[in-house]
């Protein structure tokens, strides 16, 4: 019968999903919900039903600006690195002195005492343990390299993450909304830079 | 204490979908149905806490709280503010009615406005048998009456609906 079908289109009405968790929480009078959740339901709050657009432009933007810090952050990493290794070439240098100076005090005692081999072996063994020891610091820059290349790319990660969530977020703000012919062509533009990995030109794209 | 919130929990998940349905259908907005239903849910939650509520009752005091609700949101307000198919029947200028004619403008909201001017008995039945599942024992339950009067009183509201949406299919505002 048409006039049932027409009333089970009725059954199409159903609460939104954030309001029936947030009453039933409200209700309870405490959270009883995972905090995942709850970050979810109050960044959905936040950026989209109670500002809208605008407050998740804000977002984007403090995004960005953190970027920027966290880039002028590096660059000043770079410089202490470059300081360091400054510090280090010449502690070298004053090292390799040191040698020159104890080779020529070994020649003068060798000239000195003669024939004794003792003092010549003392200075070989202060040669291999000035070399171990040139070797260990060797090794421990290299560490120090391979440890604030590591952080760096942390970094990048972490930023490559945030605008991957802001991508994400637009794209499903779109979605909700209806669109114009123009947007929506954006919004399949940005689909397919998203599957790219370009995210960057989704959050260009969806914004402009 | 957890008991009771599982409880509530369990009859919240099965019912919140039901509960506002039937108010969103009797009032005339998404935000006033959200309102009523949450106030519903509330009172259940106190009632049960004082320990006045059998859990096996809970569905009927949850439509008769969201029926008192809506009544006593009608009385507040005035009904007059709800569009009557009537009164969009009588209107001759289609322009004047241009904010009308969009938000009728769906299939949905024509039913629903047609099941808005049942009585609310009618209502009620079609809403709890055809769109909440109910069994006819369930709805004789909620209705106060014998499972034949029950039948008679659905087939009643499923006749007088399909006379109001012929009313509306007649009004010229509905015809897109």
Known sequence: MEILQKIKLLK???????????????ILGKSNLSPLFEFQS????????????????LFVFSLFFSAIVLNSQDSSVSKRENQVIFQESKTETL????????????????????NTSKPASNVVKSKK???????????????NFETNNFASKEQQEDIENQTQLVAKYLIEY????SLTEEKKEDLKAAKEYFEKGDFGKVIELLLK | MENKEKEFSKIYDQYIEKIYRFVFLKVDSKETAQ????ESFLRFWQALNKGNLKIENAPSFLYKIARNLVVD????????????????????????????????????????????????????????????????????????????????????????????LKKCNKIPVFAS
């Open chain 1, 12 to 26: 199409k009405i159903k609460p939104e999903k954030e309001w029936v968790f947030l009453t039933k929480r409200r």
């Open chain 1, 42 to 57: 109050l960044i959905f709050n936040l950026f989209f039903r109670k500002s809208g657009i605008l407050v998740f432009s």
């Open chain 1, 95 to 114: 090292k390799k002195e040191e040698i020159k100076s104890d080779k020529e005090i070994a020649k003068s005692e060798v000239r000195l005492e003669g």
């Open chain 1, 129 to 143: 343990s000035k070399n171990i020891s040139q070797k260990e610091n060797n090794s421990t820059k290299t560490e």
């Open chain 1, 174 to 177: 779109f979605e909700t909304r």
């Open chain 2, 35 to 38: 309102d009523l239903t949450a």
């Open chain 2, 73 to 164: 949101y009608y009385r507040k307000k005035g009904k007059n503010e709800v569009v009557s198919i009537e009164k969009i029947g009588s209107v001759e200028d289609a322009r004047q009615n241009l904010e009308k004619l969009v938000t009728l403008n769906s299939e949905m909201e024509i039913i629903k406005k047609a099941i808005l001017e049942l009585n609310e008995d009618y209502q009620n039945v079609i809403i709890w048998y055809y769109l909440d599942d109910l069994s006819i024992e369930e709805v004789s339950k909620l209705c106060g009456r014998s499972i034949p009067a029950t039948r008679v009183l659905i087939s009643r509201a499923v006749k007088s609906l399909r006379e109001t």
